[in-house]
């Protein structure tokens, strides 16, 4: 065996180093020396067994496992908000929220993406049965990266600040919070693997080489009309008929079960917009004047902290005409407070927003969100 | 004392812009309507305008972005087109501090490929400074022997390397021209990505890049892959020619002055109340 070694011409790697004839070595071996090794030793007649089958798979059983104690050590007030992370990162957050807060969070699954991913909502609740509820989903269009970051951001801000936040507090005892951190699972891990732009779902569609329905055109509100395409590879195809998409049926059937929603908020970016109905026709909805004030209100708030300026309206008059979209579907279905907000920025930077951006957006952006919950808490 | 300039600028600017719209023939004068500041229709225009500052000037350091737009006007002259009558307060792009206000006409014909556009600025930036920055950048450039390259810029997680900062801002400049010349009244654009630069080592005075940007167009949501060649140098106009993938042959910017479709009076370094 030294004389193996002192040759050298095959890499063996000594855990056991021959020391005396009585004692076992230990030898690790490459795998393309292998066969060359055996041959050796049973040619000399030398009894060797296998102590480990593939060492390889043993270190990334361990890696696997450390990274695993890493998460669960880290916990949420280790977590770093203001960066983005891939889904299992985000998954393993809204887990640790659940535990870290368990008496008011908890997490619930609406059924899974197309892909099968789940889609994890997390029930902000301080009791009673069914109570009212205000809803807020981001990441409806995977590359609007700011979106999901700012949900998770608030996630931690409610659930580490009733108590002690009046606002939140009085908020919490009275009403439910439902918040989908990331609603398109599989278009955002496809932003990670392949393509940081892509905004769609990532089903396939009969007859087409083309992926993917822009879940904000699949909604049943004027589903169809100006404003979504026909043409499957197409940024803004509007599907094969309205709630195709099973992200945007999980939603639509939480909402309906539920029975109780006051209020439906979604996160886009970017433009600084804050938008309520209607995007499907250019035409006021009966609220107009309501929302309208609601919006200004919530946009004064949000500007208070950084200066950040938003512009308030309906969507057809302030963004553009777009139908099969959210806020129309759940303004037309009853909840009144249906609104849409456009984080930052207004183009520099778009959807590749620098990740020092993201803390501040979240903070006043939960001012303009909370000036609105207050409002539905108010005037239910 | 400010509102009462913009009260009087807003008669005095129709009253000078009037003559040029009906230059065109013998219409008679439509009646302009005033639009909210909000109009997504105006923020388009004023974007536009401001492509089309951002390619004549032809100043890395030098970039601006829409503010906020304070006033708007929209003039509708039949078989012809629609024109825009803007103000708006631009910030620079790389730290969106204020940096002045513009006037501008933004003018959609029915027969011509491109907007027609008319822009003048006040400019609260140091022109001094600009003009060593240009040039700080433009010696680095002419200084390298082995050509500058990068890709993704800014990354997935909005990061923009500092040593490749000046080159991103020369492709935005270089697709201002490309997003001025595809933009319509519908059509908006914004550069969201560079995908890849790559220098060109040259032996004249300029210096010389090749981009694959990618633009966001509104409101279709599609990002458009462009290839840019931007030729530079300091105080010259910027050539620029590029090719989108849904094109079928390049594009080129006119040499000289270009005023056919636009004119800038270049800008004036007055501070904002002599405005």
């Given at each position: 065996?030294?004389?193996?070694?002192?040759?050298?011409?095959?890499?063996?790697?000594?855990?056991?180093?021959?020391?005396?004839?009585?004692?076992?070595?230990?030898?690790?071996?490459?795998?393309?020396?292998?066969?060359?090794?055996?041959?050796?030793?049973?040619?000399?007649?030398?009894?060797?067994?296998?102590?480990?089958?593939?060492l390889q798979v043993l270190i990334e059983e361990e890696k696997q496992e450390m990274i695993n104690n890493q998460r669960r050590e880290r916990g949420t007030s280790n977590f770093n908000y203001g960066a983005y992370h891939p889904l299992d990162s985000i998954y393993a957050a809204l887990d640790d929220?659940?535990?870290?807060?368990?008496?008011?969070?908890?997490?619930?699954?609406?059924?899974?993406?197309?892909?099968?991913?789940?889609?994890?909502?997390?029930?902000?609740?301080?009791?009673?049965t069914n109570r009212?509820?205000?809803?807020?989903?981001?990441?409806?269009?995977?590359?609007?990266?700011?979106?999901?970051?700012?949900?998770?951001?608030?996630?931690?801000?409610?659930?580490?600040?009733?108590?002690?936040?009046?606002s939140i507090t009085s908020l919490l005892n009275r009403m439910d919070i439902f918040l989908l951190v990331v609603t398109n699972p599989d278009g955002y891990a496809f932003t990670h693997t392949n393509n940081r732009m892509w905004r769609k779902t990532r089903s396939k569609i009969s007859g087409s080489?083309?992926?993917?329905?822009?879940?904000?055109?699949?909604?049943?509100?004027?589903?169809?009309?100006?404003?979504?395409?026909?043409?499957?590879c197409s940024e803004s195809y509007h599907g094969p008929s309205a709630n195709s998409e099973v992200e945007v049926k999980n939603v639509v059937n939480f909402i309906k079960s539920h029975g109780k929603i006051q209020a439906f908020l979604t996160l886009h970016s970017y433009s600084q917009l804050l938008l309520f109905p209607f995007g499907y026709k250019c035409t006021n909805p009966a609220d107009y004047n309501e929302l309208d004030a609601v919006g200004k209100a919530a946009a004064s708030a949000l500007a208070s902290l950084h200066g950040t300026t938003y512009k308030v309206g309906t969507i057809c008059s302030t963004?553009?005409?777009?139908?099969?979209?959210?806020?129309?579907?759940?303004?037309?279905?009853?909840?009144?407070?249906?609104?849409?907000?456009?984080?930052?920025?207004?183009?520099?930077?778009?959807?590749?927003?620098?990740?020092?951006?993201?803390?501040?957006?979240?903070?006043?952006?939960?001012?303009?969100?909370?000036?609105?919950?207050?409002?539905v808490r108010d005037n239910q | 004392m400010q509102r009462q300039s913009e009260a009087r600028l807003g008669p005095l600017l129709l009253l000078l812009l009037l003559p040029l719209a009906w230059g065109k023939g013998p219409s008679p004068p439509r009646a302009a309507e005033e639009l909210q500041v909000s109009n997504r229709l105006a923020g388009q225009a004023a974007r536009v305008a401001l492509h089309y500052l951002n390619y004549r000037l032809g100043s890395p350091s030098a970039l601006r972005a829409l503010g906020q737009v304070r006033k708007a006007t929209l003039k509708t002259i039949p078989g012809i087109g629609h024109k825009?009558?803007?103000?708006?307060?631009?910030?620079?792009?790389?730290?969106?501090?204020?940096?002045?206000?513009?006037?501008?006409?933004?003018?959609?014909?029915?027969?011509?490929?491109?907007?027609?556009?008319?822009?003048?600025?006040?400019?609260?930036?140091?022109?001094?400074?600009i003009r060593e920055d240009d040039y700080s950048f433009y010696k680095k450039m002419r200084q390298q022997t082995k050509p500058i390259i990068g890709n993704d810029i800014p990354d997935s997680y909005g990061n923009i390397e500092p040593a490749l900062e000046p080159a991103w801002a020369l492709a935005v400049a270089g697709s201002s021209y490309?997003?001025?010349?595809?933009?319509?009244?519908n059509l908006g654009y914004f550069m969201a990505q560079v995908k890849n630069v790559k220098q060109w080592i040259t032996k004249d005075d300029s210096i010389d890049f090749d981009y694959s940007v990618v633009l966001h167009e509104i409101p279709t949501q599609e990002m458009i892959s462009c290839?840019?060649?931007?030729?530079?140098?300091?105080?010259?106009?910027?050539?620029?020619k590029y090719f989108c993938l849904s094109e079928n042959q390049w594009s080129e910017s006119e040499e000289g002055s270009g005023t056919e479709s636009g004119s800038t009076n270049g800008i004036f370094n007055e501070k904002e109340a002599h405005f």
């Open positions: 065996v030294k004389w193996c070694k002192t040759k050298g011409v095959i890499l063996l790697d000594f855990w056991r180093r021959p020391s005396n004839p009585e004692l076992p070595v230990d030898i690790r071996v490459p795998f393309p020396s292998l066969q060359a090794v055996k041959v050796f030793l049973e040619s000399h007649h030398i009894e060797y067994s296998i102590l480990l089958e593939d929220l659940a535990a870290e807060y368990p008496s008011l969070v908890s997490k619930q699954t609406i059924g899974e993406s197309y892909e099968k991913r789940p889609m994890y909502i997390l029930k902000f609740s301080t009791g009673g009212p509820a205000i809803w807020l989903d981001a990441g409806i269009h995977s590359r609007e990266w700011v979106t999901q970051a700012t949900a998770l951001w608030t996630a931690k801000k409610i659930a580490s600040e009733y108590g002690s936040n009046p080489l083309c992926v993917g329905v822009d879940p904000n055109r699949n909604w049943d509100a004027g589903f169809g009309g100006p404003g979504a395409s026909t043409n499957p963004i553009y005409q777009a139908s099969g979209g959210s806020i129309d579907w759940s303004y037309d279905y009853g909840i009144k407070y249906s609104f849409a907000f456009e984080l930052r920025d207004t183009g520099r930077y778009g959807f590749l927003l620098p990740a020092s951006q993201i803390i501040p957006t979240a903070e006043e952006t939960w001012l303009g969100l909370l000036k609105i919950m207050e409002h | 825009y009558y803007l103000q708006f307060t631009t910030e620079d792009y790389k730290s969106s501090l204020n940096v002045g206000t513009c006037l501008a006409t933004v003018f959609y014909l029915k027969r011509k490929p491109r907007p027609a556009v008319n822009i003048n600025c006040t400019y609260t930036k140091d022109q001094k400074q490309l997003m001025w010349e595809k933009s319509t009244e290839h840019l060649r931007v030729i530079w140098t300091p105080g010259h106009p910027l050539k620029v």
